[in-house]
């Protein structure tokens, strides 16, 4: 059974790969993860906020030192409790690199498209295999436009293309107006890879304190159907590997995710839940699946229930949408 991908240039074994996770924070726990099976491993981000106070003393250009600004950074987290900071990072990307044989993906984490991007050329001289970017924001002020959000990632993924040569996944929000168009101008730009999609969490209420309670929960299959409609809107039609994350609680999942295009699977709750070991379970029931329904290699399922062949592919999302309405039965 021939289960093997491309994802970033890089040829993988199978596409069940760990995404960004506490899995990564060490050295040994990336050792795990590559003796479980996992293809590749997107290593934990590093903040633009660390990077930039650790280079420049500022937080969203802010200075750490003007007691101004004190109430503000306050809910920001201080360097000492972050795992590691900017050369403690690079330090573990070279040493991941030095003890594990698949692909090490570094990761950066940030909401700008400014300076602390430069220390992407730092993570591949330490031997990163390609970056991700999660590009993480809530445009909270009122004044600024969609079509501005935009312009910044563009002219990002420009920049990142500069400055370093190994392959950029940008790790996207489905939150765009029109995310078909914005996804082909990223490729326009030179990114090599999307990733559908980064989490959105979103913070509580403590009705007894009054305050914001912030709420971290591991991902469901619930939040699977999201990612599949996009993949399949945009398999075969952009030149950028596309990777599926969140949402991949059991071996049917990634299978529905290859089915809509997905050229790789990034798993972080599953195996949070599980244990690295799971992803053993993923890739046997990948196999069996195939060979189910006799198809001999991954590349004869990839992509077949996208919209690659639809013609009038908004035409065929509202028509499934009205049918979807009318399903329910007393």
């Known amino acids: 059974m021939e289960i093997q991908t491309s994802y970033l240039g890089m040829r993988l074994d199978h596409p069940f790969m760990a ?94 498209g400014e300076s602390w991007l430069k220390f992407a050329r730092t993570i591949e001289q330490a031997g990163a295999d390609a970056l991700e970017v999660n590009i993480y924001d809530v445009p909270a002020e009122l004044s600024e436009s969609s079509a501005a959000v935009e312009a910044q990632l563009e002219s990002l993924v420009g920049d990142l293309k500069h400055f370093i040569k190994i392959p950029v996944a940008m790790k996207l929000s489905p939150f765009f107006t029109a995310l078909g ?4 101008r990223l490729d326009a730009a030179g990114a090599d890879g999307l990733v559908l999609f980064n989490r959105f969490y979103q913070p509580d209420v403590d009705i007894e304190t009054m305050r914001v309670s912030p709420q971290l929960e591991l991902s469901t299959s619930a939040e699977l159907l999201l990612r599949l409609r996009w993949l399949a809107i945009l398999y075969g039609r952009i030149r950028p590997s596309l990777a599926l994350s ?67 592919a908004a035409s065929f999302e509202r028509a499934h949408y009205i049918h979807t309405l009318h399903s329910w039965a007393k």
Request: include cysteine; glycine fraction near 10%; hydrophobic fraction near 40%.
């Open 246 to 312: 969140g949402g991949i609680a059991t071996p049917e999942d990634g299978i529905k995710s290859i089915l809509a295009g997905a050229d790789v699977v990034q798993m972080v709750s599953a195996l949070l839940r599980h244990g690295p070991s799971y992803v053993a379970t993923m890739r046997r029931g990948l196999e069996e699946w195939l060979e189910s329904h006799q198809l001999a290699t991954l590349a004869d399922a990839r992509g077949l229930v996208s919209l690659k062949a639809t013609k009038d």
């Open 19 to 112: 995404g960004a996770s506490p899995l990564s924070y060490r050295v040994d726990g990336i050792k795990r993860l590559e003796d479980a099976g996992c293809a590749a491993v997107v290593l934990h981000s590093l903040f633009e906020e660390q990077i930039t106070r650790d280079y420049s003393g500022h937080i969203a250009h802010m200075n750490v030192s003007d007691g101004t600004f004190a109430e503000t950074l306050s809910a920001f987290p201080q360097p000492a409790e972050y795992l590691m900071g900017p050369d403690e990072y690079a330090e573990h990307v070279y040493q991941a690199k030095r003890t594990a044989d698949i692909p090490i993906i570094g990761s950066l984490n940030g909401r700008t």
């Open 181 to 184: 168009s914005f996804a082909r």
